[in-house]
T-cell receptor
Framework: AQKITQTQPGMFVQEKEAVTLDCTYD???????LFWYKQPSSGEMIFLIY??????QNATEGRYSLNFQKARKSANLVISASQLGDSAMYFC?????????????FGTGTRLTIIP | DADVTQTPRNRITKTGKRIMLECSQT?????MYWYRQDPGLGLQLIYY???????NKGEISDGYSVSRQAQAKFSLSLESAIPNQTALYFC????????????FGPGTRLTVL
């Protein structure tokens, strides 16, 4: 089974609208971290936001927020007031802490295109 | 200046050649990682190191080796490059305190002909 699933291979959104990128995960580790990264066409991986499995509140970083629904094992990224510069690939990733798993497990990504 | 740098940024080589990719960081992190990304996919871990004397295999280490020359430097070698090692290679670093976010370098685009 996939540990990280991103079901939207591509999305088109009008500029200034909010957008939600879906991410579901699968783990039996009670302690884990969820991360979102942005990969623009230039190729670098840019860290956006983090949510810990024990965090009581949803994480927020500027225009980015994470809609964390633990029981549903989902960690959707919400971008408010989208901008043309938000066009990029977005990856959801998980690190399972208790299992001593040091790697980040990545989803296959969602390509977001912002339309002017 | 970037916190995590990778050299070279682009490299084209031939099958059978030995290639070294280098990574340096100024973040003061102990942990360093090498990942590869194939087109249309997420990243896969090749090797990681928690300190200068610590080297660990990731999920796809066959055909690769690494060297941790100093806290700030972590090199990836392809002893005899083959075409299916054509990919985008990323170095990443992280600290030891939560949330131990991994910060990535700009990537090295490697093409093996």
């Amino acid at each position: 089974a996939q540990k990280i699933t991103q079901t939207q291979p591509g999305m088109f959104v009008q500029e200034k609208e909010a957008v939600t990128l879906d991410c579901t995960y699968d783990t039996s580790d009670p302690s884990y971290g969820l991360f979102w990264y942005k990969q623009p066409s230039s190729g670098e991986m840019i860290f956006l936001i983090y949510q810990g499995s024990y965090d009581q509140q949803n994480a927020t970083e500027g225009r980015y927020s994470l809609n964390f629904q633990k029981a549903r094992k989902s960690a959707n990224l919400v971008i408010s007031a989208s901008q043309l510069g938000d066009s990029a690939m977005y990856f959801c990733a998980m690190r399972e802490v208790s299992f001593g798993n040091e790697k980040l497990t990545f989803g296959t990504g969602t390509r977001l295109t912002i339309i002017p | 200046d970037a916190d995590v740098t990778q050299t070279p940024r682009n490299r084209i080589t031939k099958t059978g050649k030995r290639i070294m990719l280098e990574c340096s960081q100024t973040k003061g992190h102990d942990r360093m990682y090498w990942y590869r990304q194939d087109p249309g996919l997420g990243l896969q871990l090749i090797y990681y190191s928690f300190d200068v004397k610590d080297i660990n295999k990731g999920e796809i280490s066959d055909g690769y080796s690494v060297s941790r020359q100093a806290q700030a430097k972590f090199s990836l070698s392809l002893e005899s490059a083959i075409p299916n090692q054509t990919a985008l290679y990323f170095c990443a670093t992280s600290g030891t305190s939560s949330p131990d976010t991994q910060y990535f370098g700009p990537g090295t685009r490697l093409t093996v002909l």
